[in-house]
């Protein structure tokens, strides 16, 4: 890999941390360890190309465009969570695996009734903000959006507190704000 290719990947790599608070590809080796999936397994859940995979592992790539995936990376995050913590079996595991597959990304802003099979799915408000994240994020990384609330609390307060809460916070705290903003 000469100089150039080198330094484009470190950039790419720099900017996944930012985005995804650390490197696609040690995040992805990492759910692959705890899921015990390989690979092709772990694209086809999220939704990708084995291709793409590699690309955004390597740091080849450094953004999942499509706010779905990072929707399903985060479900598959909380997964492995669950798993670590010996709150749900293997087999179980696997079938919450394929219930992301073929929910997760799906729109829920006009569907918050949606439930899933045995109550495993997140809740509809946790889906809601989990949703409105991805899309955030998949428009700005959070030092720019922390910029873009920084520029306009001055006029627009509750839109900057909006900007700070979804696009650079935590999803526990953005579930919270939501609930208080509903009524």
Do not use: C
Not at 63 to 72: C, D, H, L, S
Not at 98 to 127: C, F, H, M, W, Y
Not at 143 to 165: C, K, Q, T, Y
Not at 168 to 177: E, M, P, Q
Request: overall charge neutral.
């Amino acid at each position: 890999m000469d100089a150039a290719a080198q330094e484009a990947t470190a950039k790419a790599r720099e900017l996944q941390s930012q985005w995804y608070g650390e490197p696609l590809g040690t995040l992805f080796r990492r759910l692959i360890e705890d899921l015990g999936l390989n690979q092709a397994r772990l694209a086809t859940v999220l939704g990708l190309s084995a291709p793409m995979l590699s690309q955004l592992m390597s740091g080849q790539r450094a953004k999942i465009g499509n706010p779905a995936v990072v929707q399903r990376v985060q479900s598959l995050q909380e997964l492995a969570a669950e798993v670590a913590r010996g709150d749900i079996s293997a087999g179980d595991a696997t079938n919450r695996m394929d219930e992301i597959r073929r929910t997760a990304g799906g729109s829920v802003l006009n569907n918050t009734t949606q439930t899933a099979s045995s109550g495993a799915s997140q809740t509809p408000v946790k889906r809601v903000v989990r949703e409105i994240q991805a899309l955030l994020r998949s428009v700005s990384d959070a030092a720019d959006i922390i910029d873009a609330s920084n520029a306009l609390a001055p006029s627009h307060p509750e839109l900057a507190e909006f900007l700070r809460v979804y696009g650079a916070g935590r999803t526990s705290d953005a579930v919270k704000h939501y609930e208080a903003h509903q009524s």
